[in-house]
Nanobody, 123 residues
């Protein structure tokens, strides 16, 4: 059973940075594409970024392109989300997710989810 655990959330001022981590266990991590999603209060969960199993390909939502960077370290079974130039509209619970095979922006295609970590950006 794949288990995912996010960390690194917190409160930051607009324009600041945070780095989220997601540690995986119970799987051969390098077999899985990984994604980050977020959900703000009263809104649906939305795609943020995804990365291929090798780390060689990445994909971003337009709203975070140029500000966020997804990366992974397969030796550490961890995927990261570096978030720069944060805006109040980035406030949400951030989730990492894993799926066997190629990456996608569709949340329904991910098999495993973490519990989420809160990111709050103050203006």
């Amino acid at each position: 059973q794949v288990q995912l655990a996010e960390s690194g959330g917190g409160l930051v001022q607009a324009g600041g940075s945070l780095r989220l981590s997601c540690a995986a266990s119970g799987c051969t991590f390098s077999n899985y594409a990984m994604g980050w999603f977020r959900q703000a209060p009263g809104k649906e969960r939305e795609f943020v970024a995804a990365i291929s199993w090798s780390g060689g390909s990445t994909y971003y939502a337009d709203s975070v392109k140029g500000r966020f960077t997804i990366s992974r370290d397969n030796a550490k079974n961890t995927v990261y989300l570096q978030m720069n130039s944060l805006k109040p509209e980035d406030t949400a619970v951030y989730y990492c997710a894993a799926r066997w095979g190629s990456y996608t922006s569709r949340s329904n295609n991910y098999d495993y989810w973490g519990q989420g970590t809160q990111v709050t950006v103050s203006s």
